[in-house]
């Protein structure tokens, strides 16, 4: 069984960019969540997507868009990057099972600095 | 809607004592409640998880906690603690309501000394 896998692991960008950030899903999830978790700070909702579609959305900006592909495999665009963006993103893949208890795996993050 | 406090931001241990870290939750609906454990540069892996049944929940690594719904409290704990748990430790719940989509606490970074 392949856990989680986000890519890439650190990226720098400079103000006002646009980055693309990768997940692939755990086999057999088919549901993939996106946090921002700042300095010091708990992971924070960004948005849900469930077979392929948006499932919930967190408190952040439109610049903050997502895709999630037929294999379940999902992207976290952002867009006219601010300094506040800078954070690990963690993406996390689930099963809308009410047997899995809807309970999250968690992959090791892409550290975003912006500049 | 719900939500999560963790009390206290630092926790410091002596390896081998008690370890007690406290969360306490807000939700109109039963919960679903779970603690996660964070290592530097690295995502969250589950410790424990409450859904339904047993309040006394047994997870990873020797690490526990206990539903109390009259306290709305969910702490974690471990007998004996050892220098591999220091780590950042969050404490999460989630609801129907929510599409169980998890609120997280601010994290307790949980100190053990020598």
């Known amino acids: 069984e392949t856990g989680v896998t986000q890519s890439p692991t650190h990226l720098i960008k400079t103000r006002g960019q646009q980055v693309t950030l990768r997940c692939s899903s755990q086999?057999?999830?088919?549901?993939v969540s996106w946090y921002q978790q700042a300095l010091g700070q708990g992971p924070q909702f960004i948005f849900q997507?469930?077979?392929?579609?948006?499932?919930g959305r967190g408190n952040f900006p439109p610049r903050f868009s997502g895709l999630q592909f037929p294999n379940y495999s999902s992207e976290l665009n952002v867009n006219a990057l601010e300094l506040d963006d800078s954070a690990l993103y963690l993406c996390?893949?689930?099963?809308?099972?009410?047997?899995?208890?809807?309970?999250?795996?968690f992959g090791p993050g892409t550290r975003l600095t912006v500049t | 809607a719900q939500s999560v406090t963790q009390l206290g931001s630092h926790v410091s241990v002596s390896e081998g004592a008690l370890v007690l870290l406290r969360c306490n939750y807000s939700s109109s609906v039963p919960p679903y409640l779970f603690w996660y454990v964070q290592y530097p540069n690295q995502g969250l892996q589950l410790l424990l998880k409450?859904?339904?049944?047993?309040?006394l929940v047994k997870g990873i690594n020797g690490f526990e906690a206990e539903f109390k719904k009259s306290e709305t409290s969910f702490h974690l704990t471990k007998p004996s603690a050892h220098m591999s748990d220091a780590a950042e430790y969050f404490c999460a719940v989630s609801v129907s309501g929510g599409s169980y989509i998890p609120t997280f606490g601010r994290g307790t970074s949980l100190i053990v000394h020598p």
């Open positions: 409450y859904t339904t049944g047993a309040t």
């Open positions: 996390a893949s689930s099963s809308k099972d009410r047997r899995s208890s809807y309970e999250q795996y």
């Open positions: 997507y469930y077979r392929e579609e948006e499932n």
């Open positions: 086999s057999g999830h088919n549901t």
